[in-house]
């Protein structure tokens, strides 16, 4: 007998603990997946400190799970599917690589809202959110033709996806607005965080003459090279401020933080619905930081103009005549790109040089 | 494309996975197989930047590096040569703890410059047109991995030390029978590979990017574990294997910032078809030229 009460005394405990454990569920879990490691200076770390600050806002009224260091591919969906059977109701994967693993896995969980950064495909349960980095790369390609003297500016790429391709034309064009001569030479990495591999590129383009670097990856390392040979780069995706006033003399610094409490609330709310957002510099999606070192007055004058007259709507960074790599039309006098060529841009602008990896 | 500052780069890309590399061999040539080198190198880059930066010396920092990455070692060679634990294991296991022992030791680290690491012009020979420029103005520690090569060629060799390394590795239990200390042999040889796996990883850290990041050799360490199987554990076939992978590297990213119009995933496919073919070579001709007693654990009693 006292054996069975026991039992029932444990069975009863227990029960307590597991409606315990049912409570705390009842506060909503957001989770968020990381490329790269939370301090590696500039992509990851600025979603993760977006994300603390959402946490921030909402206190206890959430609870937040990190992945960090998760490879794109196979590998995502594993800690994806992971993440929504421990209980996440709403998942930010935060890269484009994970685009394809977080459909999957949104197609298994019905119930779990995802939020997918700088891809295309939504589903009901699938978001879409990505910055305008283009209008930043602009401004930072303005610089760099303005800044370099032996008239070639180097870009490391890490994967030929449309995201980056933007950003390629976007920076030449510009460059080319500054500096009529300039030439761009591209090094694809296939990476998008690997320190070694691009202080090496930013030392190959280096040797090959450029002088102004702007980077597409996610450490600190090419400023660090640049730092030692005396050239001048940029903060990608985080101001990069420890490399200030050179060699980093600007920076496109990525705001998630408004996003992410806009969409927490919406779950808390219950309005939560699918979208395919795209937001710029006058959205504040989009930052630049300040700017350093010796950029002539007239030269940044032009800039902060054209940073106003971008957030304004007054300017759009795609806007004709521009004609393809091959020569064929684009966009005629005065014409804008719209966003779908733009979300799907597959092709360099005319002046470009190299082809685009498959 | 300028061959002077091509050479040059090449140089630096290479010396970490040759430092690491070359004391891989010794390892292997005592008959250890350790799989750790990864792990050994991470380590070596973080103590080699936090030393470097605390004290402002990149000697202090180099040395502490090699110092710590073979106390990192000597506990591989505590489990795998006393405790008999599996070296493949084992090995991986290093590259695990390494790892993320880096990364919480680096956490203070992101974002902090490296002291400079002068150049060391060599006195008359950088003088010398194209060629000063190209072989004779680097920092000491990529003339320190060339000297190292050298070392340990003639180490294992000509000296009598040597001979006693490469029967331990051979034959352990001839060489046991001969009176000769297997376990302290292997010993001092795993930790000659921790220490210029080390001295790899801070150059790394140090000079090649100069900055740390977690997870900052991303792979090097597997790659001069590959080099050398790819050397057929000959010390100046490390030199050769460690200096075409970063030739590779560093041709393919020149290559694409010429602007020219080779495919690039050729020519990043490259050194790892040739490690292949050499393979293929090595094991048609039927002499691999492996230590006999390699990764085979040992025991006096047995």
């Given amino acids: 007998m006292i054996k069975r009460r026991t039992l029932l005394a444990a069975s009863a405990a227990l029960g307590l603990v597991m409606g315990g454990t049912a409570f705390a569920q009842d506060v909503p879990k ?14 990851s770390q600025h979603h993760h400190e977006s994300a603390m600050q959402m946490k921030e806002h909402f206190g206890d009224a959430i609870e937040v799970i990190e992945q960090e260091s998760v490879p794109e591919g196979a590998d995502a969906e594993r800690v994806l599917t992971q993440m929504a059977l421990s209980g996440a109701d709403l998942i930010f994967t935060t890269s484009f690589g994970y685009m394809d693993p977080t459909i999957n896995v949104a197609e298994k969980f019905p119930d779990v809202k995802f939020e997918h950064a700088t891809g295309y495909k939504t589903a009901d349960n699938v978001s879409a959110y990505s910055a305008r980095f283009y209008e930043g790369r602009a401004i930072t390609g303005y610089l760099a033709g303005a800044m370099s003297e032996t008239n070639k500016i180097g870009y490391i790429g890490s994967f030929p996806i449309p995201e980056v391709i933007r950003g390629i034309n976007s920076s030449y064009l510009h460059a080319k607005q500054a500096n009529p001569d300039v030439e761009i030479a591209v090094v694809w990495l296939n990476t998008w965080f690997d320190p070694a591999k691009e202080a090496d590129a930013t030392q190959a383009l280096l040797d090959q003459g450029a002088d102004v670097v702007l980077a597409h990856t996610d450490s600190t390392a090419p400023l660090a090279v640049l730092e030692k040979a005396g050239a001048y780069g940029f ?13 980093r003399i600007s920076s496109i610094i990525d705001d998630w933080a408004p996003y992410y409490i806009e969409r927490v609330q919406a779950v808390l709310d219950g309005t939560w619905e699918s ?17 350093t070192g010796p950029i002539p007055e007239d030269v940044l004058a032009h800039v902060t103009q054209m940073k106003d007259d971008i957030a304004s709507g007054a ?3 795609f806007t004709g005549p521009i004609n393809k790599q091959d020569g064929s039309a684009w966009l005629a006098e005065g014409e804008v790109a719209d ?10 602008v005319e002046g470009v040089s190299g082809s685009i990896p498959n | 494309m300028d061959p002077v500052l091509l050479v040059a780069s090449i140089m630096v890309s290479a010396t970490p996975i040759l430092l690491a590399a070359i004391g891989e061999l010794v390892t292997e040539k005592s008959g250890v197989l350790n799989l750790g080198v990864e792990g050994m190198m991470i380590t070596g880059a973080v103590m080699g930047f936090a030393i470097a930066v605390s004290t402002g010396s990149p000697l202090l920092g180099f040395l502490g590096a090699a110092v710590a990455s073979a106390v990192l070692s000597l506990s591989f060679g505590l489990l795998t040569q006393y405790l008999l634990s599996n070296q493949v294991a084992t090995g991986l296991g290093l590259t695990l703890v390494g790892l993320g022992l880096s990364a919480l030791i680096g956490s203070n680290y992101e974002g902090q410059r490296a002291p400079n690491l002068p150049k060391l012009d060599i006195p008359v020979l950088s003088d010398i047109p194209v060629l000063g420029r190209m072989l004779f103005s680097h920092d000491f520690v990529v003339y320190l991995s060339l000297a190292l090569v050298v070392a340990v060629w003639a180490f294992l060799k000509y000296t ?13 239990e001839s060489a046991h029978a001969l009176g000769y200390k297997v376990v302290r042999v292997r010993m001092a040889a795993i930790a000659f590979g921790g220490a210029c796996a080390g001295l790899g990883g801070a150059y790394v850290s140090l000079v090649r990017v100069p900055q740390w990041t977690e997870g900052m050799t991303a792979g090097a360490g597997w790659i001069a574990l590959a080099i050398v199987v790819f050397s057929s554990w000959r010390p100046l076939g490390v030199l050769v294997g460690a ?16 602007g020219t119009t080779v495919p690039v995933e050729l020519l990043s496919m490259s050194p790892y078809l040739i490690t292949i073919l050499v393979l293929v070579v090595i094991s048609a001709r039927g002499a691999h030229g492996a230590p006999g007693s390699l990764g085979r654990p040992f025991h006096a009693s047995s």
């Fill in chain 1, 339 to 348: 966003d779908g060529t733009l979300a799907g841009m597959n092709f360099y």
């Fill in chain 1, 315 to 317: 300017y759009h960074p």
């Fill in chain 1, 30 to 43: 957001i989770g968020f997946v990381y490329v790269g490691p939370v301090n590696d200076g500039g992509w």
């Fill in chain 1, 275 to 291: 979208h395919n957002t795209w937001q710029g510099i006058g959205d504040g999606m989009v930052g630049i930081g300040e700017f």
């Fill in chain 2, 243 to 258: 200096y075409l992978f970063g030739g590779v590297t560093v041709i393919q990213l020149n290559l694409q910032a010429a």
């Fill in chain 1, 235 to 247: 903060g990608q995706a985080a101001d990069m401020a420890e490399y200030k006033p050179t060699p």
């Fill in chain 2, 160 to 172: 009598r030390a040597g001979l006693i390394l490469r029967a331990v590795g051979e034959d352990h």
